[in-house]
């Protein structure tokens, strides 16, 4: 059944998609965003435009996926802290050897299954190729992770693992796009939240990054997000 995704809502699609796509592109609270967004004369609360972040975050992963351009198969994967409900979660990160974003995937531990978890979805991602080698850090479940997924047949047998901290550096850089919002924001409310913001917070990563071919400026962005978030489902 087709539905239209801003149907019912009390303010425009343009408004809507300005605040969520500048939320998850620059270092910017909500609080800053009702600020700028009142300068233009338009009143709207940081709660309104939190709920919209968490509502079309993933909508915007799901449909921007569809673009990305083919990464290479040298694979640099890490994790990284980020708060849930006050406590330490995990976002496992991978990017290839120039830099493109794999994939991520938000874990509240840091075990092996999660390991599994990440690396199964980023095999099921269209952009994706089978690793031809997998640089980490000597964290054990991941070690563990990947002989097993070697073993039965989700990895090539060819698929090589590294664990070499320099060559990691790359990955560890790319944490900083992240970070840097995560960090101001003292944490998340919830799993759910923290996942749906995060994949906002990623794409844009992507889009930066050059990762999808149909975007060359700030101009075609804004259009190509307008278009794909047209598309009925």
């Not at 995704?5 to 998609?17: A, S, T």
């Not at 047949?153 to 992240?178: A, P």
Request: hydrophobic share 35%.
């Amino acid at each position: 059944m087709s539905r239209n995704l801003f149907i019912w809502k009390h303010f425009e699609k343009e408004i809507i998609l300005l605040c969520v796509r500048w939320y998850l592109k620059y270092p910017l609270s909500y609080r800053n965003l009702v600020e700028m967004m009142l300068e233009r004369g338009i009143k709207v609360t940081h709660t309104t435009i939190m709920r919209w972040v968490h509502q079309y975050s993933p909508i915007l992963e799901q449909r921007i996926r569809k673009h990305i351009r083919m990464t290479n198969d040298s694979w640099r994967m890490d994790e990284t802290y980020i708060k849930i409900k006050g406590k330490n979660a995990y976002l496992y990160r991978a990017v290839d050897s120039k830099g493109n974003t794999i994939d991520f995937y938000v874990s509240e531990r840091r075990t092996k299954s999660a390991a599994k978890r990440f690396f199964r979805k980023a095999l099921r991602a269209q952009h994706n190729q089978m690793p031809r080698v997998i640089t980490t850090d000597r964290y054990r479940g991941t070690e563990m992770a990947i002989l097993e997924e070697i073993y039965y047949g989700k990895f090539s047998c060819r698929t090589e693992h590294r664990m070499c901290q320099y060559l990691n550096n790359i990955v560890e850089q790319d944490h900083r796009f992240i970070k840097k919002k995560t960090n101001a924001m003292l944490g998340f409310k919830s799993y759910k939240s923290a996942t749906s913001t995060i994949a906002g917070f990623e794409m844009m990563h992507m889009i930066h990054k050059g990762q999808v071919e149909a975007i060359r400026c700030a101009r075609t962005e804004v259009q190509f997000i307008s278009e794909i978030m047209d598309e009925l489902t």
